[in-house]
C-alpha cells in the first residue's frame, strides 16, 4: 500500500512496517501489531556510498520494498529484541555475479529495556488490581496493595519518560522527537483558530507528522514537554490540560500559542513563563480564563502580545515597544 510522497506501508510476518522515501534520506519503521513496539532508523545516501555504482540510496529502498513484498529477493536473519531489530537482504544481480548481503539494524525507540519494564509493570497493576477487588474485608492487607500499585505506578511513569530522543505525551499517539524545533498540537477533530490547520484524522498523513503536527485524543498531562529544550515554536489547540506549568521548561521558545475553538476557562495563571526568557511572541486565543498578564513584563526580548477573546485587563502594563493585540 503506497501512502502520500512516497511512502508506503506494508505487512511483513507480525509487524506493519512503513518506509517515507525523502530525497535525501530514507526511513523505516517496524511496528509489532501485538505489543505496539517500535523500532526506527534514518537512512542517508552516505550510509550506502559502496552501493553508489548501483543506485546508492535509491538501489537500497527498492531492494528493501521488494524484499519485504517477498519479490525476488530473501530476507535472513531476522533477529528482534527489545533493543534492536535486525535482519539481512541477499542480493545478487545474475547467476555469475557475487551475491551482496546487506545489512539493516533498526534501533529501538525506547532505550535498554525500557518496553519490557513497562509491559511488565502494566501486568503487576492489572493483577494486584484484581487482588485488591478479593480482599476488600481485610484493610490491612488493601492498604499495603495500595502501597505496591502507586510505587509500580511510578516506576511506569518512569519507565515512559526512559525514551531514546523521544517524548511520548499521554493522549496523543505519536511519539514525538526530543529535539524537535516546531510542534503544534491540536485535539482530534479541531481546528487552529488562527492557521486553520485541521487535526482530523482522516486528514492526516505520515508526511503530515513529519512537519510537527500531531493531534490527541485528551490531553491532561503536558508533563513531558520539559524535555523539549531545543523547541522554539510551540503552539496547542483546544488542551484539556489546567495545568500548563511544564512548558515553563521549554526555554528555547520564541513563539508560544495557546489556543481554543471556543472561550475555556482552563488557562487561569501563567506565572510560569517568566522561565521563558527568549520568548518573542506569544498567544492566548478566546482564553477567557485568563486575566492578568503581568509575568509577560518579565521578557524582554518579547515583541508581540495577542490576547483576542481573552479575559486579560491589564494590557495598558506594556509600552509602544510591544505590540498587543485584542486590547
Given at each position: 500500500?503506497?501512502?502520500?510522497?512516497?511512502?508506503?506501508?506494508?505487512?511483513?510476518?507480525?509487524?506493519?512496517?512503513?518506509?517515507?522515501?525523502?530525497?535525501?534520506?530514507?526511513?523505516?519503521?517496524?511496528?509489532?501489531?501485538?505489543?505496539?513496539?517500535?523500532?526506527?532508523?534514518?537512512?542517508?545516501?552516505?550510509?550506502?556510498?559502496?552501493?553508489?555504482?548501483?543506485?546508492?540510496?535509491?538501489?537500497?529502498?527498492?531492494?528493501?520494498?521488494?524484499?519485504?513484498?517477498?519479490?525476488?529477493?530473501?530476507?535472513?536473519?531476522?533477529?528482534?529484541?527489545?533493543?534492536?531489530?535486525?535482519?539481512?537482504?541477499?542480493?545478487?544481480?545474475?547467476?555469475?555475479?557475487?551475491?551482496?548481503?546487506?545489512?539493516?539494524?533498526?534501533?529501538?525507540?525506547?532505550?535498554?529495556?525500557?518496553?519490557?519494564?513497562?509491559?511488565?509493570?502494566?501486568?503487576?497493576?492489572?493483577?494486584?488490581?484484581?487482588?485488591?477487588?478479593?480482599l476488600v474485608p481485610l484493610q490491612k492487607e488493601v492498604a499495603q496493595q495500595k502501597e505496591k500499585i502507586n510505587s509500580l505506578t511510578q516506576d511506569l511513569e518512569i519507565q515512559k519518560e526512559k525514551s531514546a530522543g523521544y517524548i511520548v505525551l499521554p493522549g496523543c499517539p505519536f511519539s514525538i522527537r526530543e529535539d524537535t524545533q516546531t510542534l503544534h498540537l491540536g485535539l482530534i477533530n479541531s481546528t487552529n483558530p488562527i492557521t486553520s490547520q485541521s487535526y482530523h484524522y482522516s486528514a492526516y498523513s505520515w508526511n503530515l507528522l513529519t512537519m510537527a503536527n500531531y493531534f490527541f485524543d485528551s490531553l491532561n498531562n503536558l508533563n513531558n514537554v520539559k524535555y523539549l529544550k531545543k523547541c522554539e515554536i510551540f503552539s496547542i489547540t483546544d488542551p484539556t490540560t489546567k495545568d500548563f506549568s511544564p512548558i515553563g521548561h521549554m526555554t528555547s521558545l520564541k513563539n508560544l500559542r495557546i489556543l481554543f475553538s471556543s472561550g475555556s476557562t482552563v488557562l487561569v495563571d501563567i506565572s510560569w513563563i517568566e522561565k521563558l526568557t527568549n520568548l518573542e511572541s506569544v498567544i492566548f486565543y478566546n482564553c477567557k480564563g485568563l486575566r492578568n498578564i503581568s509575568p509577560l513584563l518579565e521578557l524582554k526580548k518579547l515583541k508581540s502580545i495577542d490576547v483576542r477573546g481573552s479575559g486579560v485587563q491589564n494590557t495598558e502594563l506594556f509600552g509602544a515597544h510591544v505590540t498587543v493585540t485584542g486590547r
Open positions: 500500500m503506497y501512502l502520500n510522497h512516497g511512502s508506503m506501508e506494508l505487512a511483513y510476518k507480525d509487524y506493519s512496517v512503513r518506509i517515507v522515501h525523502n530525497p535525501s534520506d530514507i526511513i523505516v519503521r517496524f511496528t509489532d501489531a501485538k505489543t505496539m513496539r517500535l523500532w526506527q532508523v534514518v537512512y542517508t545516501e552516505r550510509d550506502f556510498v559502496e552501493y553508489q555504482v548501483l543506485g546508492g540510496l535509491e538501489f537500497v529502498a527498492s531492494l528493501l520494498k521488494d524484499a519485504l513484498k517477498s519479490e525476488v529477493y530473501e530476507i535472513s536473519d531476522f533477529k528482534v529484541t527489545s533493543k534492536q531489530l535486525s535482519f539481512t537482504i541477499q542480493y545478487a544481480p545474475d547467476e555469475h555475479c557475487k551475491q551482496i548481503n546487506i545489512e539493516f539494524l533498526l534501533s529501538a525507540i525506547k532505550k535498554e529495556t525500557a518496553n519490557v519494564d513497562m509491559e511488565a509493570v502494566s501486568k503487576k497493576i492489572a493483577l494486584l488490581e484484581k487482588a485488591l477487588a478479593e
